[in-house]
């Protein structure tokens, strides 16, 4: 029969095609269609499984002295929330899983506000305009520096894989990194890591 034998030339060759491409989409993680949106080849980017590390105090490195201009033209250093439990989220608005993360990032920020704890975002690897607009649709309140080059993710390249997105980091009050996430997180990870940073004993913080 003329039709079975096209079929059974044409299925294996269909087979292949989205096999091709459900490893493509694996392989570019988070992007997915962002970076189709984006329209850059640098914008490969993977997904971590959202599993944390905590660092114990004798342990833990500084963070590098990052700065840069906010999505708003404010200038931001980390420098300036020493002394404060800082919350560093690295996102971009074509990552999907940066959305759904967001609303655990703005409870967890919420409920630790009156303890020092401060959170920034850093924005990678996006459009400016695209950028606000995902910032003003999902109320987020904290700032966030603007990072389109990606420099600012590759000075923290020893502790987050420049291409995994969303990471989040716990900085505790001396500028150490604390903890990490790789991948997104949800509010009793954050919330627990953050918990641990705080509880600690804040009254040698400050510059070593």
């Known amino acids: 029969m003329p039709c079975d034998r096209s079929g059974a030339r044409v299925r294996p060759v269909l087979l292949r095609a ?28 993977i997904a971590g499984d959202g599993s944390s590390t905590s660092y114990d105090p004798g342990d833990r490195k500084a963070a590098p002295e990052a700065s840069g201009d906010g999505l708003g033209g404010e200038a931001i250093s980390l ?18 899983p940066c959305r759904s993360e967001t609303p655990v990032l703005e409870e967890v920020h919420g409920e630790f506000a009156d303890d020092g704890v401060e959170f920034l975002g850093v924005n990678i690897k996006d459009d400016k305009t695209a950028a606000q607009a995902f910032e003003e649709s999902q109320g987020v309140s904290y700032p966030s520096i603007y990072d389109q080059p990606g420099e600012v993710v590759q000075e923290f390249r020893e502790t987050v894989p420049p291409q995994a997105i969303p990471s989040t980091l716990v900085l505790d009050r001396k500028g150490r990194i604390a903890a990490r996430v790789i991948g997104e997180t949800d509010y009793k990870q954050l919330k627990g890591l953050v918990e641990t940073v705080v509880a600690e004993d804040s009254g040698d913080a400050g510059t070593e």
């Not at 020493?82 to 996102?91: A, K, T």
């Open 18 to 45: 989205a096999a091709a491409i459900a490893a493509l989409a694996a392989l570019s993680g988070c992007a997915g269609g962002g970076a189709a949106e984006v329209g850059s080849s640098d914008n490969r980017y």
């Open 79 to 96: 420098a300036d929330y020493r002394g404060d439990v800082l919350v560093v989220n690295f996102w971009a608005s074509w990552c999907g």
